[in-house]
């Protein structure tokens, strides 16, 4: 599952980094925070990969 905006893929990045050790739980906030306990590495994994080329900045909520 592609993340729908830049927000939501940068979001998943910092998650990542904070699942592999990279930098401490601490400094995640908002939605990378709640991504973290969340979703599974192999999902934080998809949702950072997401091409941001052609992605709006923020999702619109529904």
Do not use: C, N, V, Y
């Not at 592609?2 to 908002?30: D, F, H």
């Amino acid at each position: 599952m592609p993340a729908k905006s830049k927000a939501q893929q940068m979001a998943a990045g910092a998650a990542l980094a904070a699942k592999r050790g990279e930098i401490p739980k601490s400094e995640l906030k908002g939605a990378s925070r709640s991504m973290l306990d969340s979703m599974t590495e192999k999902q934080l994994e998809e949702f950072a990969a997401t091409k941001r080329k052609g992605r709006p900045e923020h999702a619109a909520k529904s």
